[in-house]
């Protein structure tokens, strides 16, 4: 049986009308005034335990919004988006648009409609916070995501949708963002090509290069034609043509763009449709996650892509590569939005009891000497002489000492760091370890985020408050002294995660999921009903 469900396109497109032709028969509330009493009965009663729903109907005398022929508009519109909910990756299920028109049709008496009156609010409701703030909660998901969901107000969503045109309200709940409508374009291509037979066969073998010929170099031809990565071709030779077109798809996909197809680059080539279908349903409940404003000019750090960019007003005015936390869970890099207030020009490292406890104590136990580019002080600052201590004596558990490295060229954060203060103790900085900023995969640091190109990066902060960024981030380099420098305007920094995204012009990148959380985010989507589905026509 298939993994996905086949849709056929003429059928979605014509559910909304026939839902809409169904429910505009559903019968207005009687108007005598026992039955009128019995229906803000029911609403109170059907509303008595949730503090959301009382506080908005006691506040309309428990009048109802939807059942009324006067509310036959929100009640279509409200249908017509539960039938869309799966084009937002959401679960259908969830949303039973047939049920609940047969419930509509059996509702007669005041009773049962003030009931159902309120379980329409309540799945209103459901269907606004899925689809602006996502359907699941980040932190059970990994604990490394410290995402905090902008959830809204029930009570206030309610009082601005009875006042507001019903469709523009319920279309308005998305993402406003414009990679969340490209992502939703680009998963329904997905969706539609899934039901014409995805992109064929996989490739066999492990390397192809320029000049070679054969089947596999046949298949890996199709294959390329089939993702768009290459014009249609007769060729049964890895030839020009094939080597950029190879070249393109490793831009796409973040690998290294030699043109070459290696074991990497062929296990990339053969990921199925639905495996990126589902990193881009990913992306878009990640984009529910911090649906709000980003700040006109903000840092924008996509951990997968390995690269920290400032982005203003929607368009990236800086770029430079950058290595994150190692794959095991304590140097992983957390995901989390906060703000950029200064940078410290000449840092002295402050080194974290972790790396203290786990690194260097071992190595001062069997030799005092160890690590002497750190300066060990006590509690109240003062240097602690080495020949004096006995380290043996300490354990991870009471070791009494602070280190620190001071400012230097070989500093462990180079020469500048970029701090905005957070429980984490997550900072992007500077790094004399320049060769890992040339391997494909960079995923070595403790957890912060080392810049490929600091200095630039620190030219383009500064260039909005003084007039020569560069001579003024110079003149406090060359003193060697530890400065800080503020910024007159703090800027939004948004350590994120994203497998699948798109570029402005709207080609689709994906990238390796280097931790493993969006698979745990997708088993998650599964568990609350999100399916993988085709659109045949």
């Known amino acids: 049986m298939s993994a996905y469900r086949v849709l056929p396109l003429v059928w979605t497109r014509f559910l909304p009308a026939l839902i809409m032709a169904f429910v505009l028969s559903f019968g207005a509330v009687p108007q005598a005034s026992a039955q009128v009493t019995e ?11 949730d503090p959301d729903l009382i506080a908005f109907y006691r506040e309309r005398n428990f009048d109802g919004i939807w059942s009324t022929s006067a509310d036959r508009n929100r ?12 084009d937002h990756g959401l679960p259908a299920d969830r949303y039973d648009a047939n049920g609940l028109i047969a419930r509509l049709q059996a509702a ?10 309120v379980e329409l609010s309540r799945q209103f409701l459901d269907y606004a916070r899925d689809l602006q703030t996502g359907i699941l909660t980040p932190a059970r998901i990994d604990p490394a995501i410290h995402r905090e969901v902008p959830l809204r107000s029930p009570v206030g969503t309610l009082r601005a949708f009875v006042q507001s045109n019903p469709g523009a309200f319920l279309r308005a709940l998305a993402p406003s963002a414009p990679e969340y409508s490209r992502l939703m374009g ?31 170099v046949v298949a890996l031809r199709n294959r390329l034609m089939m993702m768009g990565f290459l014009e249609r071709t007769n060729t049964q030779t890895y030839d020009d043509s094939i080597f950029s077109a190879v070249q393109r798809f490793q831009q796409a996909h ?9 074991p990497g680059t062929l296990a990339e080539i053969n990921v199925g449709p639905e495996r990126r279908l589902q990193s881009i349903i990913v992306a878009m ?32 005015t800086f770029s430079t590569r950058s290595v994150i936390g190692a794959r095991d869970r304590d140097r992983a890099s957390p995901e989390f939005s906060d703000v950029m207030e200064f940078m410290v020009i000449n840092p002295s490292w ?16 069997n030799n005092p000497n160890a690590v002497r580019n750190l300066v060990i002080t006590d509690s109240r600052g003062r240097v602690v002489d080495r020949s004096a201590a006995d380290f043996s004596n300490y354990t991870a558990a009471n070791f009494p000492y602070s280190m620190r490295e001071p400012p230097n060229q070989g500093n462990a954060l180079g020469l500048v760091k970029f701090m905005f203060p957070n429980q984490y103790n997550i900072y992007l900085h500077d790094t004399p370890a320049k060769s890992l900023f040339g391997r494909e995969v960079r995923a070595y640091s403790h957890g912060c985020i080392r810049l490929a190109d600091p200095f630039d990066f620190a030219y383009a902060l500064l260039a909005r408050q003084v007039g020569n960024p560069e001579e003024v981030f110079q003149t406090h380099l060359r003193s060697g002294r530890e ?23 709207g080609q689709m990148q994906f990238r390796r999921d280097v931790y493993g959380r969006d698979g745990l985010i997708w088993d998650a989507l599964a568990r609350e009903g999100v399916a993988l589905r085709a659109i045949s026509g």
């Open 108 to 117: 007669t008496t005041p009773q049962e409609q003030g009931r159902l009156e």
């Open 39 to 49: 229906f803000r009965q029911a609403v109170a009663q059907a509303a008595a335990n």
């Open 186 to 216: 680009e998963k329904m291509k997905l969706e539609r090509l899934l039901a014409s037979g995805g992109w064929g066969p996989t490739v066999p073998g492990r390397q192809y290069e320029r000049g070679d010929s054969g089947a596999g």
């Open 254 to 262: 973040g690998l290294a763009i030699d043109g070459t197809v290696g």
């Open 75 to 86: 009640r279509n519109a409200l249908l017509v988006a539960f039938n869309s909910a799966a």
């Open 285 to 316: 409940e990640r984009e529910r996650w911090i649906n709000r404003p980003r700040g006109e000019r903000h840092i924008w750090v996509n951990l997968t892509d390995f690269t920290a960019k400032i982005i203003d007003n929607g368009v990236e």
């Open 483 to 505: 400065q800080r420098v503020d910024l007159e305007q703090p800027v939004p920094v948004h350590l994120v995660y994203r497998t699948a995204y798109t570029q402005p012009d």
């Open 350 to 365: 402050y080194v974290p009891r972790s790396i203290i406890t786990k690194e260097y104590l071992p190595q001062l136990r």
